[in-house]
């Protein structure tokens, strides 16, 4: 599973418990705390019409007085108020008074005159001087049908004369509840919605930044050139760096060895063979053989000398990230040049060289590094054309590029070594002179082309012979 994914549900998880925890509890709360609300209004209901029963209820007259036609006209009102969202049309609360013996004898709804409230609990602890208030289902098993009872002292002159209490029924404080339940429960969506649309937008910001470096390390690890990524976040920019720098440090100590063993390699077969030639030489051999030894000697030390400036050349090039010395050069000029230059070598394989300019082109570009790769290619070409035969070398535009092709008339390259022409040390033997390359001058004309945003190919032509191009982007 995707580490964003897992820590996506990971937060999400935990956020969905801490909202659920809190859910839960506020609904289990909600209703306990709407009925403690309820009865601590109830508490200063009951003693304030407690107050005001007190005279009838010492004159006798609890069911014509002041206090019963009041209540009863109360009772008669319509509030029309809107709490929260919820309405309110009618007066809903019960009074019911009872003589100091718990002898009801008052009831605002006319059910319980006469009755022995004395063992109810909101009675007998009001009589005992305590606090009295109860709950009572009118249906026994529904919770709905319960009513809350408060009662207060009826005191006159002094004198206890009976108990006053208030009925509410929970019915009517249960809109409210239902009404903060939802009000609740779609704060909660809301909540966890957020939480989610947070938790998508954080992981697709990780996900985002992981990828980047995934990428950039798969890239690397591929040998392609790509750069760190340096956005989404501190952490994961010190990351790309480390990784930027890990990379440099273990492509220069890979470079190294691979360079000093390639070196080693290559340099093997001349030195074995001076080393040779020098043992000859010491035995004082024949006049023929001294000078033949001695232009071993000499041939083999010229090879030396160049597989290490070519080397030391491509080692350069390889570092570099962009030309050190950018000038306008014309194309067409320089491969005149290069021509001009190889004239001898191709006098003496006997080999004719055209040059077709299509058009004047500018590219730009360090002129001593593509002078040298265009002599690369050419020397590549000589050396595997046959004795007599013809070089064709064309300039011309390609969309928005300047293009060098160089065609021999040789064999052309074996199908198995195409894809590795453009590699260092890859050796292919010259038909002419039967000696191998060393496969640094190709591998330079790659290295050039890359620095300076174009590229080299390589393929057997379907005429015959080989085709070597450079495309380079135009001035």
Known sequence: MNISVRLFIGYFLIVGLA?????????????????????????DTAHVLAELAAPDLASGR??????????????????QASIWGVQKDRIDFR?????????VVFDSEGLALGADYSQWRDVARVLKGEYGARSTRAQAGDASSSVMYVAAPVHYQGRLLGVLSVAKPLSSVLPYVGHAEQRVKRAGYILLAASALIGVVFSAWLSWSINRLRIYAREVSEGRQADPPTSGGRQFSELARALALMRERLEGKQYVERYVQNLAHEMKSPLSAIIGAAEILEGHPADDDRRR?????????????????RMLMLARV???QAPEDAVQVD????LQCCVDERSLSLQARRLSCSLVIGEPLDVRGDPFLLRQALLNLLDNAIAFSPA????????QRRDQ????????????????ALPQVFDRFYSLASPASGKKSSGLGLALVREVARLHGGEADFANHPEGGALARLLLPLA
Do not use: C, K
Not at 62 to 79: I, K, T, V, W, Y
Not at 388 to 395: P, Q, S, T
């Open 331 to 334: 194309l067409g000029g320089l």
């Open 19 to 43: 909202a659920w925890f809190v859910l839960n509890i506020f609904m289990r709360e909600a209703e306990p705390g709407i009925r403690q609300a309820t009865e601590e209004t109830l508490v």
């Open 401 to 416: 590029r300047a293009e060098v092709s160089l065609r021999d008339h040789g064999n052309g390259a074996p199908d198995y």
């Open 62 to 79: 609890m069911a014509d007085g002041e206090f019963a036609r009041a209540l009863a006209a109360a009772r008669q009102r319509s509030p």
């Open 293 to 309: 030894f001695a232009i071993s000697v000499g041939e083999q030390a010229r090879r030396l000398q160049g597989i290490i400036e």
């Open 95 to 103: 009074v019911y008074i009872t003589d100091d013996l718990g002898r």
């Open 388 to 395: 007599g035969g013809d070089i064709e070398i064309a300039l």
């Open 318 to 320: 390889e570092q570099l």
